[in-house]
């Protein structure tokens, strides 16, 4: 049999262990009852609800975002259709693309005057015309190069340096007239692609010969022309009807001595 003296050993501890798990489980309930535990708790909480309310947030703003970007994507889709179809039927004044670009059509009395142009848009066409193979990387060029001359000015005058008929057209519409802004001249004989351009311009515009004087892409004629418009005082009217608002100004330049003579 276990000793007496083991026996209170034994009873002492029993008794430790005890009062030690009550004072433990007393103060676990204090502390869950004081106003620090339960001020950090609520703030947990408070925290832990404001990050779900934030990801909820964020995952509407995507759907919203997402759902805008498709919709506007179909909206763009239709419009492109709508456009190539009216081209297709030749309804909005618009013909058969030619080379990559379209023919404008404008109304001249109750007769349709078709009005040959070249785009301003760059870009690389998949094809140049359905059924046909897509153009060369030259051709790419040349058609980059044309997008970005015609972006220089309004008016652009395709011009060689020794080709009278040019000089003439260059003499009325940078010489007798003040353009604001100034014409754009390209001499084709001097640049690098002049070639590949006029014959660009030839397919687009239906000129094959130089000055070609162009008016936002589309072609008004060549010296001929211009010399007609000059000496019967359409110019101007001409120059602002096509131009619209991009020319900011158009008038015949004064000479001297007609500003003397007024003087006096």
Same mark, same amino acid.
């Given at each position: 049999?276990?000793?007496?003296?083991?026996?209170r050993?034994?009873?002492?501890?029993?008794?430790?262990?005890?009062?030690?798990?009550? *004072? %433990?489980?007393?103060?676990?309930?204090?502390?869950?009852?004081?106003?620090f *535990?339960?001020?950090?708790?609520?703030?947990?909480?408070?925290?832990?609800?404001?990050?779900a309310?934030?990801?909820?947030?964020e995952?509407?703003?995507?759907?919203?975002?997402?759902a805008?970007?498709?919709?506007?994507?179909?909206?763009?889709?239709?419009?492109?259709?709508?456009?190539f179809?009216?081209?297709?039927?030749?309804?909005?004044?618009?013909?058969?693309p030619?080379?990559?670009r *379209?023919? %404008?059509?404008?109304?001249?009395?109750?007769?349709?005057?078709?009005?040959?142009?070249?785009?301003?848009v760059g870009?690389?066409?998949?094809?140049?015309?359905?059924?046909k193979?897509?153009?060369?990387?030259?051709?790419?060029?040349?058609?980059?190069?044309?997008?970005?001359?015609?972006?220089k000015s309004?008016i652009?005058?395709f011009?060689?340096?020794?080709?009278?008929?040019?000089k003439?057209?260059?003499h009325?519409?940078l010489?007798?007239?003040?353009i604001?802004?100034?014409?754009?001249?390209?001499?084709?004989?001097?640049?690098?692609?002049?070639?590949?351009?006029?014959?660009?311009?030839?397919?687009?515009?239906?000129?094959?010969?130089?000055?070609?004087i162009?008016?936002?892409?589309r072609?008004?004629?060549?010296?001929?022309?211009i010399?007609?418009?000059?000496?019967?005082?359409?110019l101007?009217d001409?120059?602002?009807?096509?131009?619209?608002?991009?020319?900011i100004?158009?008038?015949?330049?004064?000479?001297?001595?007609? %500003?003397?003579?007024?003087?006096?």
């Amino acid at each position: 049999m276990p000793s007496q003296r083991r026996m209170r050993v034994f009873g002492l501890l029993v008794v430790l262990t005890v009062v030690i798990t009550l *004072y %433990m489980t007393r103060s676990a309930r204090q502390t869950r009852n004081s106003d620090f *535990y339960l001020r950090t708790q609520e703030a947990l909480q408070s925290r832990e609800y404001q990050e779900a309310a934030k990801q909820r947030d964020e995952a509407d703003v995507h759907s919203r975002l997402k759902a805008a970007e498709e919709a506007a994507k179909k909206s763009a889709d239709e419009k492109g259709q709508k456009f190539f179809d009216s081209v297709g039927s030749g309804g909005s004044g618009v013909e058969k693309p030619i080379g990559g670009r *379209y023919l %404008m059509k404008e109304q001249d009395g109750d007769e349709k005057k078709v009005v040959q142009g070249v785009a301003t848009v760059g870009g690389r066409p998949r094809d140049k015309v359905a059924n046909k193979e897509p153009e060369s990387d030259e051709d790419h060029e040349v058609e980059v190069e044309l997008n970005a001359i015609l972006k220089k000015s309004p008016i652009i005058i395709f011009s060689k340096t020794y080709c009278p008929h040019s000089k003439k057209a260059k003499h009325i519409l940078l010489d007798k007239y003040r353009i604001v802004p100034a014409p754009y001249v390209v001499e084709l004989d001097e640049h690098p692609l002049g070639l590949k351009l006029q014959e660009k311009l030839a397919d687009s515009t239906g000129r094959k010969t130089v000055p070609n004087i162009l008016i936002l892409g589309r072609s008004i004629g060549g010296g001929d022309q211009i010399q007609e418009l000059d000496e019967t005082d359409k110019l101007i009217d001409t120059v602002k009807s096509m131009a619209s608002a991009r020319v900011i100004e158009a008038e015949r330049r004064r000479i001297q001595s007609e %500003m003397r003579r007024r003087r006096v």
